[in-house]
């Protein structure tokens, strides 16, 4: 079996700081500090997850040069790169790789409103337009 390089469900609550952050680098601590009333995750359950992410090739980091204890972490991963990726593996172990059928089950099961369906329709052609751009 592959080896996961996405964010776990818990990861993505780390990742979505990160992703909603105005500097592309934080420290553990920072990250601790902006988690705190999002999620009950302990500091050292933080600390983990970063290792996690960081072996995942989700984040990488540098040490501090003055604290050889801090670690400065980067994001590598967009958060665009890792739902198309979540999403490949989804329709890969649910649906056997039919993106068909994986959006069928995903729109029948839906309530959709006519603005919403419009947008859906909007992306269709776009796709369409895509694939015959490579034609």
């Given at each position: 079996m592959d080896r996961e390089t996405?964010?776990?469900q818990s990861e993505w609550l780390i990742m979505?700081?990160?992703w909603a952050n105005d500097?592309?680098?934080?420290?553990?601590?920072?990250?601790?500090?902006?988690?705190?009333?999002?999620s009950d995750m302990s500091p050292r359950?933080?600390?983990?997850l970063l290792n996690r992410l960081w072996q995942?090739?989700?984040?990488?980091?540098?040490v501090d040069e003055h604290d050889l204890r801090v670690y400065h972490y980067t994001v590598e991963k967009s958060k665009e790169?890792?739902?198309?990726?979540?999403?490949r593996k989804f329709v890969e172990s649910y649906f056997?790789?039919?993106?068909?059928?994986?959006?069928?089950?995903?729109l029948q099961?839906?309530?959709?409103?006519?603005?919403?369906?419009?947008?859906?329709?909007?992306?269709?052609?776009?796709?369409k337009d895509k694939d015959q751009d490579k034609e």
């Open positions: 996405t964010p776990s979505e700081v990160f500097t592309p680098t934080m420290t553990a601590k920072e990250v601790i500090g902006k988690m705190q009333g999002r359950m933080v600390r983990v995942k090739g989700v984040l990488s980091y540098t790169e890792c739902q198309r990726e979540k999403s056997e790789g039919s993106r068909k059928n994986a959006m069928a089950a995903l099961g839906a309530k959709l409103t006519e603005e919403q369906l419009h947008e859906l329709e909007d992306i269709l052609e776009k796709c």
